[in-house]
């Protein structure tokens, strides 16, 4: 059962960095940070949005166009 934890964590921590690398993978910092915020920290889009001093539906908009930018790393896109 140990083994199984410990490979099912090594594999989550692999997703996570992949995920942190797609996110560097966005080149305006302010989307880079909509996009960490709710997917790395765990933010709500509410918490997101207060965090930033943003509107919520202006955060919407933004995460939609990082999300056009994101670059998936090989490994995850297959």
């Known amino acids: 059962l140990e083994q199984a ?4 964590t090594r594999e989550l ?3 996570k960095l992949a995920a942190i690398d797609a996110i560097r993978s966005v ?3 302010r989307l880079a ?3 960490e915020l709710y997917y790395i920290d765990g933010f709500t ?3 997101v949005a207060q965090r930033m001093g943003l509107d919520l539906r202006w955060v919407y908009r933004l995460h939609g166009r990082a ?3 994101v670059r998936v790393p090989e490994e995850i896109d297959h």
């Open 5 to 8: 934890v410990n490979a099912r």
């Open 13 to 15: 921590v692999r997703w």
């Open 27 to 29: 080149e305006e910092p």
């Open 33 to 35: 940070e909509v996009l």
């Open 45 to 47: 889009w509410e918490q």
């Open 67 to 69: 999300l056009t930018m």
